[in-house]
Each structure stands twice: as structure tokens, then as C-alpha cells.
């Protein structure tokens, strides 16, 4: 089979490589029909992620059908169509009868790692891949759902959703505000609304970006390079700040913007992933009476999302701006990988 396969910092290649097995009773093979990049496989390729070795095919994201399963899998067949999670989830380790998937003690990978695909084993940027854990870590896809709607949940979608808006505690009548409208941020943008957001402030550099929030449920935006950005900010609240800053770029300095411009009594969200040390004033926090959460996503809630996709009720597939072939692996990176000259949000590889 064609996968993309990592060579070292700076180095990818779209090549031959053998057709993966099951290895373990608990696998399915799954034949590939829809894959995306994440900005997460942008810093793997720059060598961010000194975990991934040479030889690794990248991906954690991906639709497809089972072409094999292990001999104690019941619950999936061959043929049956399947979203693929971004976190392996052995479902009865300790971690995973608690919700925390992502730090599933199953030793795939590594045990205490929920994150392996394209990470510690072969990823979905491959004709077909072999999914461990198969029974609690695919989900089967109703036929009214299609490819790109289901992409959109292998990752970014549970990913705002309870690392941006479960962790922030968003509440009925909160105002929220969101640094960072990339898939992530839109993400976010997308379901503070399920637990009721009164208001939902998009903050980002970029003008394109802030008009895409609108199409996902942005009530306001704010140009963060307006030098008046934060009194913006203020003056869509009662004064004192939001209830809920969401972070969703992974850089020191917008974890401090989030931390500006929370109310006391508020919650600070940080979603990004951050490579560099990040400053947290616990001297002039303390007395705000702040919480401050992070994570890495579970993917628990995707059997919700799923059902929310189905009845309409996300917009999953305006995520999608460029749609590529298998054969075109390359190009669909370059595109991605020029995101602010190409506009492009999520890119979808499929048959
Ligand atoms: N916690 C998790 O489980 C998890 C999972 C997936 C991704 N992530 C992380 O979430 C973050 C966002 O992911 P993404 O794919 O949306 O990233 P992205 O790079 O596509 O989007 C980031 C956005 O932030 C904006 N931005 C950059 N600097 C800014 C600034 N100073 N002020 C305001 N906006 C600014 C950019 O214009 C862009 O729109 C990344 O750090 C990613 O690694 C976390
Ligand atoms: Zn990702
Ligand atoms: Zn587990």
C-alpha cells in the first residue's frame, strides 16, 4: 500500500510500504476512504515531536471500512463503515473506565498514552492501518453522516469540545471568549453554544479567520493585533472580563492574553499545545478566584458529537476548504502547511 511516511525533520515522502496485519486479538485493519492533516503532523514534520521516529507513517485522523478483524473482536465486521479516534482507548484499563482515554494504560504504543497514531505506531495517512483496541476505539457511522462530517470528529471536534468548552465550564448565559480561530478555536466556537453561551467572542490575528468564526457561531470578534484589542474584549462583557477565556493557539503569549481578560470567579481554558515555557502570574492571580484547566482530548464524548452531526446540528463539513486525492498526499500538505496564504482550515485526502 501508499502511506505518508515521516524521514526526519523537514522530510515526508507519499511511498510503497507493507500492507499492515493484526498484530493483537483486539485489532481491525481499516481500509482508508477519507483522512486529514493536523497542525499537530505540521510540528512532527518540523521535529517538534522527538518521539516520532523515521519510518513512522503519520496521521491520527480517518473514515474507512474494516477489511480484517482480530480473533476477539464481536462487535465490528468487515465492511462495517467506522470513524477511527485520534486516542487508543483499551476500555477497561483504570484511566478508561474513568473517561480518560487519553491516558489509556494499555501498552500500545506506550501505556499512559492515549495519543499513539502517527505518534508511537502507524498512523492514518495510509491506504489502510491497523487500529488496536478496536471494539472501544472505533465508532460505527450511521449512512446519513458522510466522510468529511466524520473526519471532523477523529479529533478537532471532541478536542474543543471538552478540552476547551467541558474544561471551561461553560454554563447558560456565559460569555465566552476563544484566542485562536483555527480548526481548533472554531471548534470551541462551535459547541459553547450546547451548554449555552450567551455570547461567544472570536479573538485572532488574522481578519479571514474571524469571518470564518461567524459561520461557526461567533457572536463578536476582535482583531488581537488591534492595539485596543483587550478594552474590545471588556466592553462586550459587564466590565469585569468573561466568564470563560478559551486558549486555542499554544503560544506563551496568548495564554497570558486568555489569563488578561478572565472575570474573577472565571475559567481559563488552554487547549494549545505549547513547545516553549509559559509565564503563570500566580501573584497577581491569586486573588481572582480563577480555575485554570488543560488536557489532552479524550474522545469520550465522540458518540454525542456523532449524534449531533446526524441530526444537523454541527457544522462539521464547513471545516472543509480543499479536498485532495490520495495521489495528490503532497500537495494537500503544501496547501495546509501555507494555511494563511491559502485560507485553507482542514483538508480532506480521500478516495
Ligand atoms: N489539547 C489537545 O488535545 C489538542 C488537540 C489538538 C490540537 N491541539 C492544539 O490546539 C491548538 C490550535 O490548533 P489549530 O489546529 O486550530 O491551530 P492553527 O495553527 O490552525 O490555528 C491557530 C490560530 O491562532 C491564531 N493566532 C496565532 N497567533 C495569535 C495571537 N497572537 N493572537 C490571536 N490569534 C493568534 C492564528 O491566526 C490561527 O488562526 C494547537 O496548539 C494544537 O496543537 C490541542
Ligand atoms: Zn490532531
Ligand atoms: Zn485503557
Not at 22 to 50: E, M, Q, S
Not at 294 to 305: D, K
Request: proline share 4%; aromatic share 6%.
Amino acid at each position: 500500500m501508499k502511506a505518508l511516511v515521516y524521514g526526519g525533520p523537514g522530510k515526508k515522502s507519499w511511498t510503497e510500504v507493507p500492507d499492515p496485519v493484526i498484530k493483537n486479538p483486539t485489532d481491525v485493519i481499516v481500509r482508508l476512504d477519507a483522512t486529514t492533516i493536523c497542525g499537530t503532523d505540521l510540528h512532527i514534520l518540523k521535529g517538534d515531536v522527538p518521539a516520532v521516529t523515521p519510518g513512522r507513517i503519520l496521521g491520527h485522523e480517518g473514515v474507512g471500512k474494516i477489511t480484517a478483524v482480530g480473533s476477539s473482536v464481536v462487535n465490528l465486521k468487515v465492511g462495517d463503515r467506522v470513524l477511527i479516534s485520534c486516542i487508543k482507548s483499551c476500555g477497561s484499563c483504570a484511566n478508561c473506565k474513568k473517561g480518560l482515554y487519553s491516558h489509556c494504560l494499555g501498552d500500545e504504543g506506550v501505556s499512559g498514552i492515549g495519543w499513539v497514531f502517527g505518534h508511537l505506531i502507524d498512523g492514518t495517512q495510509a491506504e489502510y492501518v491497523r487500529v488496536p483496541y478496536a471494539e472501544n476505539s472505533l465508532y460505527k457511522l450511521p449512512e446519513s453522516v458522510t466522510d468529511e462530517e466524520a473526519v471532523m470528529l477523529s479529533d478537532i471536534f471532541p478536542t474543543g469540545f471538552e478540552i476547551g468548552v467541558q474544561y471551561g465550564g461553560v454554563k447558560p448565559g456565559d460569555v465566552v471568549a476563544v484566542v485562536g480561530s483555527g480548526p481548533i478555536g472554531l471548534a470551541v466556537i462551535a459547541t459553547a453554544g450546547l451548554y449555552g453561551a450567551a455570547k461567544i467572542i472570536a479573538i485572532d490575528l488574522d481578519a479571514n479567520r474571524l469571518e470564518k468564526s461567524r459561520e461557526f457561531g461567533a457572536t463578536d470578534t476582535v482583531l488581537s493585533s488591534d492595539k485596543n484589542w483587550k478594552e474590545q474584549v471588556m466592553a462586550l462583557t459587564d466590565g469585569a472580563g468573561v466568564d470563560v477565556a478559551v486558549e486555542a493557539v499554544g503560544i506563551p503569549d496568548t495564554f497570558t492574553m486568555a489569563t488578561e481578560i478572565v472575570r474573577p470567579g472565571g475559567h481559563v481554558a488552554n487547549v494549545g499545545v505549547h513547545g516553549k515555557e509559559v509565564a503563570l502570574h500566580v501573584e497577581s492571580l491569586w486573588i481572582q478566584n480563577i480555575f485554570i484547566s488543560m488536557g489532552l482530548v479524550n474522545t469520550n464524548t465522540t458518540p454525542m458529537l456523532l449524534k449531533l452531526v446526524e441530526g444537523k446540528k454541527l457544522p462539521a463539513s464547513k471545516m472543509v476548504t480543499h479536498r485532495f486525492g490520495f495521489d495528490q498526499f503532497l500537495e494537500a500538505y503544501d496547501t495546509f502547511g501555507r494555511a494563511a496564504e491559502t485560507k485553507a482550515l482542514k483538508v480532506l485526502i480521500s478516495r
